[in-house]
């Protein structure tokens, strides 16, 4: 499964109380495109889908359909706030090449 950190939750809760999802959890996603083949997406979910993996990390329902979570099984998500980034970083150990802003893998 997909493990996100303390520090990401804590983001994760900020936004959606900004946006008026709190109480929702998150969807992570691995959709086709970017210059290495794929890039991650999250998004906020309060809803099952089929074939959904859901685990509770720090308070928060995180969903992973089945398709996505074959390429994100073990990423570790954290947020990271630095000069030159801020954002969710994704580490994947599945990945076998990344573009250089880390956006999207193969």
Not at 45 to 56: C, L, P
Not at 70 to 81: H, P, S
């Given at each position: ?5 303390a520090?990401a ?14 109480g929702?959890?998150?969807?992570v996603?691995?959709v ?10 999250m ?12 685990a ?14 074959c ?5 570790v ?6 000069l ?13 090449r990344?573009?250089g802003?880390?956006?999207?893998f193969?």
């Amino acid at each position: 499964m997909v493990q996100f950190t303390a520090n990401a939750v804590d983001k994760i809760r900020e936004m959606a109380s900004e946006q008026e999802f709190a109480g929702y959890g998150v969807r992570v996603m691995v959709v086709g495109g970017g210059c290495a083949g794929f890039t991650y997406d999250m998004d906020f979910e309060n809803e099952k889908r089929d074939d959904d993996e859901i685990a509770k990390q720090h308070g928060i329902e995180v969903y992973v359909d089945a398709m996505s979570l074959c390429y994100l099984d073990g990423t570790v998500v954290d947020y990271v706030e630095s000069l030159d980034f801020s954002g969710f970083h994704f580490d994947n150990p599945s990945a076998t090449r990344t573009c250089g802003c880390g956006a999207s893998f193969s």
